[in-house]
C-alpha cells in the first residue's frame, strides 16, 4: 500500500528573506591582569628576547575571578550592543564561539543569553580560533535568510585554563579575553561572501593532549592545549593566504581597497608572513594585536577589530579582510565593513 | 634536470641569505641550522617552502627535523629531486 500525503505542500511558507546584513557594533573585554614575560620564562627555559622573536607577544592577559567565561562574554557584548543600539533582551540568536567554556554540557550561550533577560536561540561553536569568523558567516546568513533580525556574536577564552605552564611551545602564547559582534539587518551589503572550509587530516596540529575519556581512566593529569608549531605555521601561511586572497576575489575586493586586514592573532610571524604573500600595500593597517593580548583563540579577531576601532586606526565604514584559521584544522575569511 | 648538490647548495645558500640575511659563504654543509646559522623553527619552515619551490622537491613536516645541518638538506634535495 502507497502512503499518500494530504496535498498541503504547496501551502507551506519559508521564512522571509532580507537582502543584507552587516556587523552594527564591536566591543571587547581584556581580563585585568596583564601577564609580562618575564612570569613565563623560567618555566620553560626561555628570555623575553627569545618569546618576542618567535611571537610578537610581549604580553598577555589571564582571567581571574569574575571574569569566567561567561562573565567576560557579557563584558565583550555590552558595548557592542550600545554601538548597533540593540537591546540585550531584543537578540534573535546567540553565538558563542569558544574552546574554554569547561561543560562539556550546556552550551556557553544560553547562559550568556540568560544574563541580557533573553531567552533567545543559543547556541555555542566549536571552531577554535577560526569560531568567529563562522559565527559572522552564520549569523549573516540567518539574518539574510529571515530567521534573526539581529543576532550577537562572541568570541571568547580563559585558554590559561587550557594551557601546560611548561610545554615550550605553547606556554606563552596563549591569553584570555572575549570578543564581541553585533550582525544586523542592512540596506547595502556589509558582509562578504565567506570562504571556509576544514581539514581534519590534520587535526592532531593542534588539539586537546588527551581525551575527557583518557584522562578519566588513566588518572592523567589535566589536559592542555597541544600543537604542533611547524606543521601549523606552514598550514596558515602558505594555505591561509591563498584562502584569504580567495575571500577578497568573491567579495570583488583587491587588496588595493582595504583599509585593514585582521587575521586570527596566532602568531605575529604568522600575521606578517600572510600580508607578504597577499602583497598588501603599505597603507592597508594589519591587526597586531597578539603584543599585548597574546593568542585568544576565538577572541582574536573582534578583540584586534575592537583595538583598531576605538584607537582610530581603521576608519568606520571601510573595509577589512578577516580570517580565522586554526584548530579542527578549520578557517573561514570574509571581507566585512567596519563598524 | 637534477642538479648538482655544489648547484643546490648555492641555491639554499642564497634562499638562507633571503630569509635571515646570512651571508651565503657562511652556508656551509657541515653547518646547524639551529646552533651555528641561529636560524629558528619558524624561519626553517619559510625556507622549506622556497626551497619546495626552487627545487622542485617536496620536504614532509616529519623530514624537516631531521635536517639538522645545512648538508643534510641538500642531501634530501638531491636524493629527492625529480
Known amino acids: 500500500m502507497t502512503v499518500t500525503s494530504k496535498g498541503f505542500a504547496a501551502a507551506l511558507r519559508s521564512a522571509t528573506p532580507w537582502q543584507h546584513a552587516r556587523i552594527s557594533g564591536i566591543g571587547g573585554y581584556r581580563p585585568r591582569r596583564v601577564v609580562p614575560n618575564s612570569e613565563i620564562v623560567e618555566r620553560i627555559d626561555s628570555s623575553d628576547e627569545w618569546i618576542r622573536e618567535r611571537s610578537g607577544i610581549i604580553e598577555r592577559r589571564w582571567a581571574g575571578d569574575g571574569e569566567s567565561v561567561i562573565d567576560m562574554s557579557v ?12 537591546k540585550g533582551s531584543d537578540l534573535d540568536a546567540i553565538l558563542v564561539a569558544t574552546v574554554s567554556w569547561p561543560y562539556q554540557t550546556p552550551a556557553a550561550a544560553p547562559l550568556v543569553a540568560e ?24 549569523a549573516n ?28 611551545g605553547t606556554a606563552f602564547i596563549f591569553g584570555d579575553g572575549a570578543g564581541a559582534a553585533v550582525v544586523s539587518r542592512s540596506e547595502t551589503p556589509g ?14 596540529a593542534i588539539s586537546q593532549t588527551e581525551s575527557w575519556i583518557d584522562v578519566h581512566e588513566q588518572k592523567l593529569d589535566w589536559p592542555h592545549i597541544g600543537m604542533q608549531g611547524q606543521t601549523v605555521f606552514r598550514w596558515a601561511v602558505w594555505g591561509m593566504a591563498p584562502v584569504a586572497q580567495r575571500a577578497l576575489d568573491a567579495a570583488g575586493v583587491t587588496v588595493d581597497q582595504l583599509d585593514a586586514f585582521i587575521p586570527h592573532q596566532a602568531n605575529v610571524r ?35 577589530m575592537e583595538r583598531m576601532v576605538r584607537q582610530g586606526e581603521i576608519p568606520r565604514g571601510g573595509l577589512a579582510l578577516q580570517i580565522g584559521f586554526g584548530a579542527g584544522l578549520s578557517y573561514a575569511a570574509q571581507v566585512v565593513t567596519i563598524p | ?42 624561519s626553517m619552515m619559510t625556507i622549506v617552502v622556497n626551497a619546495e619551490e626552487k627545487f622542485g622537491v617536496r620536504i614532509p613536516d616529519d623530514e624537516v627535523k631531521n635536517l639538522s645541518t645545512v648538508g643534510d638538506a641538500v642531501g634530501f634535495i638531491a636524493k629527492n629531486q625529480a
Open chain 2, 1 to 42: 634536470m637534477a642538479q648538482s648538490e655544489q648547484e643546490i647548495l648555492a641555491g639554499l645558500a642564497e634562499i638562507v641569505n633571503e630569509e635571515t640575511g646570512l651571508e651565503p659563504s657562511e652556508v656551509q654543509s657541515d653547518k646547524s641550522f639551529t646552533d651555528d646559522l641561529d636560524i629558528d623553527s619558524l
Open chain 1, 75 to 86: 563584558f565583550a557584548a555590552e558595548p557592542a550592543l550600545e554601538m548597533a543600539g540593540v
Open chain 1, 141 to 168: 546568513d540567518m539574518v539574510r535568510g529571515g530567521s534573526a533580525e539581529n543576532v550577537l556574536v562572541v568570541g571568547v577564552e580563559r585558554l590559561s585554563d587550557f594551557t601546560s605552564r611548561d610545554d615550550r
Open chain 1, 270 to 304: 604568522i600575521v606578517d608572513a600572510m600580508a607578504k604573500q597577499l602583497g598588501l600595500p603599505d597603507d592597508v593597517a594589519v591587526a597586531r594585536d597578539i603584543a599585548y593580548t597574546g593568542n585568544t583563540s576565538a577572541a582574536s579577531v573582534p578583540l584586534a
Open chain 1, 115 to 138: 544574563r541580557f533577560g533573553s531567552t533567545a536561540m543559543a547556541v555555542d561553536i566549536s571552531a577554535a580560533c577560526a569560531g568567529y569568523c563562522h559565527g559572522i558567516t552564520m
Open chain 1, 191 to 204: 558582509i562578504g561572501p565567506t570562504i571556509w572550509g576544514s581539514d581534519g587530516e590534520k587535526w592532531e
